[in-house]
């Protein structure tokens, strides 16, 4: 089974001409984070073995390398003299390209969007769209009523224990007015909950 390797980022290096090859030094940096009991991963230094025609065809220059973002495939080799091989690990370029601007902008978009989908609390069943807890009106005939203490706190715990309400709350689609779920309304509200999950009342139409 060939042994393959994929490098993604900037050089880290000027570009070293010289006699029927080039190089150029990348660096790869390992997860901050290691299964129990092993050792962290560090970073590695590879320095890349390229001829001028993969250079050429990827237009890539002594003058521009270190500014483009590239991707180079191919096969870490030891068999290589150890003054052309600054890196800790050789890599045979077998092929490289340049990662267009496009492209770059589609990743920093992607991130965005995750990073976005990771900061929205998380939704009970039932769920049906977010909103702010102070955009909810409450009625006056649910400002009279007390819940059960005891169910409340059943509530409280849930929140506490698996960081979302059990339910979302019902409110008026138009109004935005409370229908139901008030115990929970009181549960964000006391524990401060900005966001919360809500479904719209379902409206019977009589024939």
């Known amino acids: 089974m060939a042994h393959k390797i994929t490098l993604t980022g900037k050089p880290v290096s000027a570009l070293r001409l010289k006699k029927d090859f080039c190089t150029f030094d990348m660096e790869e940096k390992g997860s901050p984070a290691a299964p129990k009991g092993l050792p962290k991963s560090s970073t590695i230094t590879y320095t890349v073995f390229i001829n ?3 250079l050429k065809k990827a237009g890539l220059t002594e003058e521009n390398i ?3 973002k590239i991707t180079v495939q191919g096969e870490p080799t030891l068999d290589v003299p150890v ?3 600054p890196g800790e690990i050789g890599v045979t370029c077998f092929q490289v390209s340049v990662i267009p601007e496009k492209q770059k902008e589609e990743v920093k978009a992607e991130k965005k969007e995750e990073a976005k ?15 702010e807890l102070e955009q909810i009106k409450v009625p006056e005939e ?17 929140v506490k ?5 059990d339910e979302p709350i019902t409110i008026n689609r138009e109004t935005k007015v409370l229908t139901d779920g008030y115990r929970r309304y009181i ?11 809500v479904m719209y009342e379902k409206i019977s139409v009589e024939s």
Do not use: R
């Open 52 to 54: 001028q025609k993969q």
């Open 66 to 68: 270190q500014n483009q």
């Open 83 to 85: 003054d052309d091989c």
């Open 117 to 131: 989908a990771e900061e929205l609390p998380k939704a009970p069943e039932g769920t049906e769209d977010f909103m």
């Open 142 to 158: 649910f400002l009279k009523y007390q819940p059960n203490p005891y169910k409340t706190q059943l509530v409280i715990d849930h």
């Open 161 to 165: 224990q698996s960081g979302m309400l």
């Open 187 to 197: 549960v964000a509200e006391k524990l401060e909950i900005k966001t919360v999950p």
